[in-house]
């Protein structure tokens, strides 16, 4: 058995001070990855600091020119959003197909894109439609966000507060589902956007989320499920697993790349 203090953070400066206090703190938004990376020991922090309470965090607000998600808003709520469903579809579908209702119901924004899980899906949206990752300290585009498998552009005690999402003139998910975890064993998010089309793959790729340029170039001349066909994808930098060989994945990206297409309308 090992100790940990809980503490319930009251506000984004509150929970950045309790933080840096902390021998070795660790931020808790839904627990759903923490938790368990506790309970087999994986972690062992000396503080928990819970942020799912704090006002600022939480809540999707129409922008002038897009959507903001609060970092500890539950995926059930990005999913049932009339906000999300009428501006960015392909988000709420795609937070409507996390996990199980429980892990929906649990589990944040916030939290997923902080641990940048290799399969996990909000990467490839954040991606694709060009968000901002707000911090308490500064804003980072998607672009500079994700940096590796389970790594990001966050300093140490960095709190992600909110992202941000521009409109996007149509966007949509396709994931091929890891039938036990629902994890993605391949995912690809399409957006049409004020600078072109994006073409963002989770679950598939050895270095984590990452876009296609060659899917986005095809698209941009022809945007159809038949133009996807076109495109070879290379696997030679994708994930071979127990759930799958890097062909495979290369298939299911195809295969993904066309039902966001036609999703797309
Ligand atoms: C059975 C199961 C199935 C799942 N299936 C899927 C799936 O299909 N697709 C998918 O995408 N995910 C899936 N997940 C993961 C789920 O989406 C979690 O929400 C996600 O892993 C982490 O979010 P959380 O809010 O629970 O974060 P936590 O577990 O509380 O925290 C995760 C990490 O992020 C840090 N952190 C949390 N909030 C912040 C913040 N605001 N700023 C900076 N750092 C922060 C924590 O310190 C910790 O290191 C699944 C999880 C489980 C248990």
Do not use: W
């Amino acid at each position: 058995m090992y100790e940990t203090t809980y503490h319930r953070a009251a506000s984004v400066s509150d929970a950045v001070a309790k933080l840096g206090s902390a021998e070795d703190g660790k931020l808790l938004a839904g627990g759903q990855t923490l938790l368990p990376t506790m309970k087999q020991r994986l972690a062992a922090p000396s503080d928990v600091i819970d942020v799912t309470r704090i006002d600022d965090m939480k809540g999707i607000t129409e922008t002038g020119s897009g959507v903001r998600i609060g970092a500890a808003t539950t995926h059930a709520e990005v999913a049932t959003s009339d906000i999300v469903k009428r501006l960015l579809p392909g988000l709420a579908t795609l937070a409507g197909h996390i996990g199980d209702p429980h892990v929906r119901h649990r589990g944040t924004i916030g939290g997923s894109v902080a641990n940048n899980d290799p399969a996990a899906d909000y990467p490839s949206a954040v991606l694709a439609l060009g968000a901002t990752v707000h911090t308490d300290k500064r804003e980072i585009p998607a672009s500079e966000f994700f940096t590796g498998m389970f790594e990001t552009a966050l300093g140490e005690d960095e709190l992600i507060t909110a992202i941000t999402f521009p409109v996007a003139d149509a966007c949509a998910y396709a994931k091929y589902p890891n039938p036990a975890s629902r994890y993605a064993m391949a995912g690809v998010f399409v957006a049409k956007t004020a600078d072109g089309i994006r073409v963002a793959v989770t679950g598939a790729g050895q270095d984590g989320v990452f876009r296609h340029e060659g899917l986005e170039a095809v698209l941009s001349g022809s945007f159809s499920a038949d133009a996807v066909a076109g495109v070879a994808i290379d696997d030679g930098n994708l994930l071979s697993d127990i759930h799958g060989s890097a062909a495979y994945r290369a298939n299911l990206i195809t295969v993904m790349a066309k039902r966001a297409v036609a999703a797309c309308g």
